[in-house]
């Protein structure tokens, strides 16, 4: 079965300062990797996805994540944060979609807070 | 992308009474899922909804509590029946659209059961 482990229930970085959110998975084959971010009050939006190719990509917001297979992680990262990134993040990973369903497993998330 | 509407946002419902949850969307997609958060806790997939037929439940929801439609590719509800205050959370439904992968999820229900 697969599952999602986010280490960081809270974490907590001065604006401008720089991000990393953590996030391990357990999957049996090719994972595909996601990262969402919940403001209070709204839906989920997708930052990054991660299917196959280039283990760096890019996502909207200035967001980037790293896929390390031989540590089974896929880490969130931002430069420099900025007040509005205050929000709760989840990792995800999904089954491939032909048989898998596209069901997504989600992290317990990771509330950010941004001190000015 | 897909945009996702639900309704209502949030209710407040009496235990041993049913809430139905609606949910559009603004394109045809080709999966719908319903989802629940409970309180400090991460997301939860209740079930896959499809299209003109029962719905594939989780481990741990079953029909009765949880019966969901999908008449069409845009539109599916969730009802929760015969609440109980474990049932207050947030749910949400999602869709995939042409982009294999890219799950796109509405703004979430948040209901209380007093």
């Known amino acids: 079965a697969q599952s999602v482990t986010q280490p960081d229930i809270h974490i907590t970085v001065s604006e401008g300062a720089s991000l990393e959110l953590r996030c391990n998975y357990s999957?049996?084959?090719?994972?595909?990797l996601f990262w969402y971010v919940q403001s209070p009050g709204q839906g989920l939006q997708l930052l990054l996805k991660y299917f196959s190719g280039d283990t760096l990509v890019q996502g909207i917001k200035g967001f980037e994540a790293e896929f390390k297979r031989s540590q089974s992680s896929f880490n969130l990262r931002k430069p420099s944060v900025h007040w509005s990134d205050a929000a709760e993040y989840f990792c995800?990973?999904?089954?491939?979609?032909?048989?898998?369903?596209?069901?997504?497993?989600f992290g317990t998330g990771t509330q950010l807070k941004v001190e000015l | 992308s897909a945009v996702i509407s639900q309704k209502p946002s949030r209710d407040i419902c009496q235990r041993g009474t049913s809430l139905t949850i609606q949910c559009q969307v603004d394109s045809q997609v080709t999966m719908m899922f319903w989802y629940r958060q409970q309180p400090g806790q991460s997301l939860t997939l209740i079930a896959t909804?499809?299209?003109?037929?029962?719905?594939?439940?989780e481990s741990g929801f079953v029909i009765d509590k949880f019966p969901i439609s999908r008449p069409n590719l845009t539109f599916s509800t969730l009802t929760v029946s015969n609440m109980s205050p474990e049932d207050s959370s947030i749910y949400l439904c999602?869709?995939?659209?042409?982009?294999?992968?890219?799950?796109?999820f509405g703004p979430g229900t948040r209901l209380t059961v007093t």
């Open positions: 999957y049996g084959a090719t994972p595909y």
């Open positions: 999602s869709g995939i659209g042409d982009r294999a992968h890219e799950q796109y």
């Open positions: 909804a499809n299209q003109g037929s029962e719905a594939t439940y």
């Open positions: 995800a990973v999904g089954a491939h979609p032909v048989g898998g369903g596209n069901k997504l497993t």
